[in-house]
């Protein structure tokens, strides 16, 4: 096991006496599709200490670990079976240990990701659950007889009409007991009771294992799931086909929610300074999300909202719309404006759950580059931690999926299997997966041009992506213009200058929707970031007035010249220059 330097365990030791968060920059680690040390074409423990050298040049501050404890993987680890193990395909609890200490000895620190609205339906606890009625672990979680007057089995017998995240109903019948278990997510995922404090109490027990074994805090998924209407009522029905309906109402921002949170604080992170709390909380508002951060509230240091990444959703996400220009800075700034003074926001374009961000927000053909680098000047210097995943910092962009073979996730492929009897062309279908499935962040990392890309010397659990050949790390790291360079600046930037990580935020009316403006102020320092997010050439009428101001970054090589921002273009003044 490994201790922290205690100076670096201070919850004080961010700029201008902020907590040490708001000067950090996070890394996500999806450890399946990071680095391969055995050859089996899956990511492991051991692969990512080989290249945490690459995290410390870049110059990150923690390290988010995705699942890696013993599971199925139904759902890529986010179904666990033993939340005290690693699973084998990953490598070992002494592996864990030696990345821990490695991640530490170079003065980063660890975050592991918590999911626990649910477990696996393998999970000693479930197994026990299902076993009988009367076990004392039944209503550890949610079981319930069918619809009245319908029998066990029969369509729609559900005991509610939700429609599950991962497509069909969220409740599956157990034959064993003939009663119907909850499952928001897939089959193989029943979620846990957090009514039963005996849940809960299992659940901090296991947190502060990991605790104290060095690790430095969590990020919860879809933690605003884990308060329920306890009267499981039924949605408004909007398939004719099935009559289901989405009860997300029902089940999320549920009335305990902030008494869960708060207890957990309480139970698990009082007296240990220096933790990192970050909540996954899909269709979270602004309102919400302050109460949660606030840190009079004690509750969570910062939260996952959806709004911007959901702008470009139809019918469904693979229901793919363009953005009205403006969209994404509209929502992004919305954000800055009500939550991002008393409360904290994540700031991410790209996670392990969505496409990359080059090619979904930017432009990753002609402007590849000059897309990638300008997206991450606008969320960087925004007010709040950023969040760079696997890959982002060398402009990774979606894979090539040419046929349904070569999807490997569970939401996609059931999607597929639904929508395939609903009128709509197959074509169509892999179409919206193509752009939106949550594979395109899950191709192996491009550390060089060999045919494995540097991640495996066999066979990949997914296809690497072909433009690893010029697309990859080896090719960018002593390249001053690469995308790699250009983030370097970016995480150095948040480190260095007090403005950018506690300064407050204002909109810059540039008078384009197409241009995003902001300026951000501490006393007498000004930040004013303006970017061009478009294929075309946007007049600049503010630059013109920053006499005095220094540019002290721009993607493009000659910097600020002239009054047009070129396409993407990315234009940072400071004032008073220092």
């Known amino acids: 096991m490994t201790l922290l330097d205690p100076a670096r365990t201070s919850a004080e030791e961010g700029a201008d006496g902020a907590p040490w968060w708001t000067s950090a920059v996070v890394y996500q680690i999806y450890p399946r599709?990071?680095?391969?040390?055995?050859?089996?074409?899956?990511?492991?423990?051991?692969?990512?200490?080989?290249?945490?050298?690459?995290l410390a040049r870049l110059g990150v501050?923690?390290?988010?670990?995705?699942?890696?404890?013993?599971?199925?993987?139904?759902?890529?680890?986010?179904?666990?079976s033993d939340y005290q193990d690693i699973d084998p395909v990953f490598g070992?609890?002494?592996?864990?240990?030696?990345?821990?200490?490695?991640?530490?000895?170079?003065?980063?620190?660890?975050?592991?990701?918590?999911?626990?609205?649910?477990?696996?339906?393998?999970?000693?606890?479930?197994?026990?659950?299902?076993?009988?009625?009367?076990?004392?672990?039944?209503?550890?979680?949610w079981w319930r007889d069918p619809r009245p007057g319908h029998r066990a089995?029969?369509?729609?017998?559900?005991?509610?009409?939700?429609?599950?995240?991962?497509?069909?109903?969220?409740?599956?019948?157990?034959e064993t007991t003939g009663q119907y278990y909850l499952h928001l997510f897939g089959t193989k995922q029943p979620d846990l009771n957090w009514e039963n404090p005996e849940v809960r109490e299992a659940v901090y027990s296991m947190m502060r294992w990991w605790l104290d074994r060095g690790v430095?805090?969590?990020?919860?998924?879809?933690?605003?799931?884990?308060?329920?209407?306890?009267?499981?009522?039924?949605?408004?029905?909007?398939?004719?086909?099935?009559?289901?309906?989405?009860?997300?109402a029902h089940y999320a921002h549920g009335p305990r929610l902030h008494e869960f949170l708060q207890e957990m604080r309480r139970e698990v992170f009082d007296g240990r300074p220096g933790m990192l709390t970050v909540g996954e909380m899909p269709g979270v508002g602004t309102e919400e999300a302050l109460l949660v951060t606030a840190p009079a509230r004690r509750e969570l240091d910062m939260v996952f909202q959806f709004e911007h990444v959901g702008l470009d959703h139809g019918a469904s996400k693979f229901d793919p719309q363009d953005l009205a220009p403006g969209a994404l800075a509209d929502s992004l700034s919305r954000w800055q404006e009500t939550v991002g003074g008393e409360g904290w926001n994540s700031l991410y374009l790209s996670n392990h759950d969505q496409p990359r961000a080059v090619s979904r927000f930017g432009n990753d053909g002609a402007y590849w580059r000059e897309s990638a680098t300008a997206l991450a000047t606008m969320l960087h210097l925004l007010?709040?931690?950023?969040?760079?995943?696997?890959?982002?910092?060398?402009?990774?962009?979606?894979?090539?999926?040419?046929?349904?073979?070569?999807?490997?996730?569970?939401?996609?492929?059931?999607?597929?299997?639904?929508?395939?009897?609903?009128?709509?062309?197959?074509?169509?279908?892999?179409?919206?997966?193509?752009?939106?499935?949550?594979?395109?962040?899950?191709?192996?990392?491009?550390?060089?041009?060999?045919?494995?890309?540097?991640?495996?010397?066999?066979?990949?659990?997914?296809?690497?992506?072909?433009?690893?050949?010029?697309?990859?790390?080896?090719?960018?790291?002593?390249?001053?213009?690469?995308?790699?360079?250009?983030?370097?600046?970016?995480?150095?930037?948040?480190?260095?200058?007090?403005?950018?990580?506690?300064?407050?935020?204002?909109?810059?009316?540039?008078?384009?929707?197409?241009?995003?403006?902001?300026?951000?102020?501490?006393?007498?320092?000004?930040?004013?970031?303006l970017v061009n997010l478009s294929d075309a050439p946007a007049d600049d009428a503010v630059s013109a007035g920053q006499d005095g101001a220094e540019l002290i970054l721009a993607n493009y090589e000659d910097g600020a010249a002239g009054a047009v921002l070129r396409p993407w273009e990315a234009r940072v003044f400071v004032t008073p220059a220092r």
């Open 61 to 80: 501050d923690v390290i988010w670990l995705s699942p890696v404890y013993r599971s199925p993987q139904a759902d890529n680890g986010y179904d666990i």
């Open 216 to 248: 430095d805090g969590f990020r919860m998924d879809v933690i605003n799931l884990i308060s329920k209407d306890v009267a499981l009522p039924d949605a408004t029905a909007t398939d004719p086909a099935t009559g289901r309906g989405d009860g997300f």
């Open 153 to 174: 089995g029969e369509p729609g017998a559900e005991p509610t009409n939700w429609e599950s995240f991962f497509s069909g109903p969220t409740w599956t019948l157990d």
């Open 383 to 529: 007010r709040g931690t950023p969040y760079i995943y696997q890959g982002e910092e060398l402009g990774m962009t979606n894979g090539a999926f040419e046929t349904l073979e070569d999807f490997r996730d569970v939401e996609s492929l059931n999607f597929f299997a639904q929508s395939a009897s609903t009128g709509l062309t197959a074509e169509a279908v892999l179409d919206g997966m193509r752009r939106n499935g949550r594979d395109n962040a899950r191709t192996p990392v491009q550390w060089e041009a060999s045919p494995g890309a540097g991640f495996t010397q066999g066979a990949s659990w997914i296809d690497v992506n072909p433009n690893h050949t010029w697309l990859n790390a080896e090719a960018q790291y002593d390249d001053p213009r690469s995308v790699f360079s250009y983030y370097r600046r970016l995480v150095a930037l948040r480190h260095e200058r007090e403005v950018v990580a506690v300064g407050d935020y204002s909109r810059v009316d540039t008078g384009n929707p197409a241009v995003f403006g902001f300026r951000r102020t501490l006393g007498e320092q000004t930040l004013l970031v």
């Open 92 to 141: 070992t609890l002494d592996d864990f240990d030696r990345l821990l200490e490695a991640v530490h000895a170079r003065g980063m620190r660890l975050v592991m990701d918590l999911v626990v609205n649910h477990t696996s339906d393998e999970h000693p606890w479930f197994v026990e659950s299902r076993s009988s009625r009367d076990n004392p672990k039944r209503d550890w979680y």
């Open 33 to 54: 599709s990071f680095a391969d040390s055995d050859g089996d074409g899956i990511g492991d423990l051991p692969g990512i200490v080989g290249r945490l050298d690459h």
